[in-house]
């Protein structure tokens, strides 16, 4: 197992925002965390890479007490893409990347040749090569997200970590990300988790996928056991029908038009 997570706890500003999380990943898996806004997705990741310590539990990376590791031991198996990351930078998007090399230096802050190689490569696989140049914050916030996913795989990661990977971008690098990845994982055995909104999207990449409501875990399993209309309806208060998508035959969810305000305008009611 890659990492274990055993009775997570957090509050925030006088609050718990998780509740007993517990959780395994198996190297290889991707995994993808869906629920509704302040459902705890985020603060879930940030007490998983060990960015916030946990008031209750423990994580485990390859057997080992997360806590006990620096953080440059940690940013070398753990590379990790934050909503917040998408900022202005006034660095070339090359030496963006670059910084994904710094936790393999040794003692002389310079890259090698295979340094090198590595972030030609994943500018490349990432179709950002064109943009090496450019300064990051003039950019598009969609470029910006694929930059900042090109310095991540930089950093040759067993453990893949992204908060909603997919905000800023347009419908086919949605898709182009999410295939990056997918190869990435196939190719080299990594290992992702990652927090989606899109449970349409959730349900055609993910492995396995977890489901928070107010901090707690309410279903965990494949997205047939997962995406399911009761689950829709107990945790987003909306009535979906489901449907097998024609070509990869995993879950897709339908929404009727007006649905939304409907339940918005009950709920006032």
Same mark, same amino acid.
């Given at each position: 197992m890659l990492l274990r997570a055993e009775g997570l706890g957090k509050r925030l500003g006088g609050r718990w925002v998780l509740h007993e999380i517990s959780l395994e990943v198996a190297s290889g898996e991707m995994v993808g965390i869906i629920g509704p806004n302040g459902s /705890?997705?985020?603060t879930l990741l940030s007490c998983l890479v060990g960015e916030k310590k946990a008031d209750t539990g423990?994580?485990?990376?390859? /057997?080992?007490? $997360?806590?006990?590791m620096g953080a440059k031991e940690r940013a070398r198996q753990i590379a990790v893409l934050a909503q917040e990351e998408v900022g202005e930078i006034y660095f070339t998007v090359k030496g963006i990347v670059e910084m994904g090399r710094h936790p393999h230096l040794g003692r002389w802050p310079w890259l090698g040749e295979r340094d090198e190689r590595i972030v030609a490569d994943v500018l490349r696989q990432t179709d950002s090569q064109h943009l090496a140049e450019r300064i990051f914050a003039g950019l598009s /916030?969609?470029?910006?997200?694929?930059?900042?996913?090109?310095?991540a795989l930089a950093q040759e990661p067993v453990l893949l970590v992204l908060d909603e990977p997919t905000a800023y971008l347009d419908l086919k690098y949605q898709f182009a990300l999410l295939n990056w990845i997918k190869q990435w994982q196939a190719?080299? /055995? $990594?290992?992702?988790?990652?927090?989606?909104?899109?449970?349409? $999207? @959730? @349900?055609?990449?993910?492995d396995r996928l977890l489901v928070l409501k107010q901090g707690r875990i309410v279903r965990q399993g494949t997205p047939h056991e997962v995406i399911v209309p009761e689950m829709v309806e107990a945790v987003y208060g909306m009535s979906p029908i489901v449907v097998e998508h024609p070509l990869l035959g995993v879950p897709q969810v339908l929404l009727t038009a007006m649905q939304a305000q409907e339940n918005g305008e009950e709920r006032e009611r």
């Amino acid at each position: 197992m890659l990492l274990r997570a055993e009775g997570l706890g957090k509050r925030l500003g006088g609050r718990w925002v998780l509740h007993e999380i517990s959780l395994e990943v198996a190297s290889g898996e991707m995994v993808g965390i869906i629920g509704p806004n302040g459902s /705890g997705k985020s603060t879930l990741l940030s007490c998983l890479v060990g960015e916030k310590k946990a008031d209750t539990g423990q994580v485990w990376l390859r /057997g080992r007490p $997360l806590a006990e590791m620096g953080a440059k031991e940690r940013a070398r198996q753990i590379a990790v893409l934050a909503q917040e990351e998408v900022g202005e930078i006034y660095f070339t998007v090359k030496g963006i990347v670059e910084m994904g090399r710094h936790p393999h230096l040794g003692r002389w802050p310079w890259l090698g040749e295979r340094d090198e190689r590595i972030v030609a490569d994943v500018l490349r696989q990432t179709d950002s090569q064109h943009l090496a140049e450019r300064i990051f914050a003039g950019l598009s /916030g969609g470029e910006k997200q694929r930059v900042s996913l090109a310095r991540a795989l930089a950093q040759e990661p067993v453990l893949l970590v992204l908060d909603e990977p997919t905000a800023y971008l347009d419908l086919k690098y949605q898709f182009a990300l999410l295939n990056w990845i997918k190869q990435w994982q196939a190719s080299c /055995g $990594l290992t992702v988790i990652m927090v989606l909104h899109d449970l349409n $999207l @959730a @349900a055609q990449y993910c492995d396995r996928l977890l489901v928070l409501k107010q901090g707690r875990i309410v279903r965990q399993g494949t997205p047939h056991e997962v995406i399911v209309p009761e689950m829709v309806e107990a945790v987003y208060g909306m009535s979906p029908i489901v449907v097998e998508h024609p070509l990869l035959g995993v879950p897709q969810v339908l929404l009727t038009a007006m649905q939304a305000q409907e339940n918005g305008e009950e709920r006032e009611r």
